[in-house]
């Protein structure tokens, strides 16, 4: 499609302005998202904040230390790899539930531990 052809259909959806002197490649990206935001929905509220925070070099805090339940968490400490499952109702290690994750790096370890630093699902580094 040629920049022409896409910028016309850009400026065809509900407001949308096509900036004047965007390359075509990026034209073309742009129609794409759109029209995936109008047939299968846009980006909410909360996720557009998100993006910019990451776009603006920002820390974007502890969303990324939420496992969803089906996920499986595997980490290896003193020579053992252990493997854990989220589910609904907390965090399985070897057959026994934990209510956090931080409960389960202090099982594994014996000390306590920030569950999200240890199982590497927070922005700095374990040990």
């Known amino acids: ?12 959806m509900p407001g949308q ?11 073309r990206r742009l129609l794409a998202y759109e029209m995936q935001a109008q047939s299968l929905g846009g980006l909410t509220t909360g996720e557009r904040r998100m993006l910019r925070s990451v776009a603006s070099g920002k820390s974007i805090g502890d969303l990324s230390a939420q496992a969803s339940p089906g996920t499986h ?23 026994t539930t934990h209510r956090s994750l931080s409960a389960v790096a202090k099982r ?17 580094r374990s040990a």
Do not use: H, Q
């Not at 302005?17 to 034209?27: N, Q, Y």
């Open 73 to 95: 968490l595997v980490r290896e400490w003193n020579g053992r790899t252990y493997r854990v499952d989220v589910t609904a109702a907390g965090y399985v290690l070897d057959g």
């Open 1 to 12: 499609m040629d920049r022409a052809t896409c910028a016309t259909a850009l400026a065809a």
């Open 108 to 124: 594994i370890t014996g000390t306590a531990w920030s569950g999200p630093r240890f199982f590497g699902l927070s922005g700095k």
């Open 17 to 27: 302005t096509v900036p004047p002197r965007l390359r075509a490649e990026i034209l």
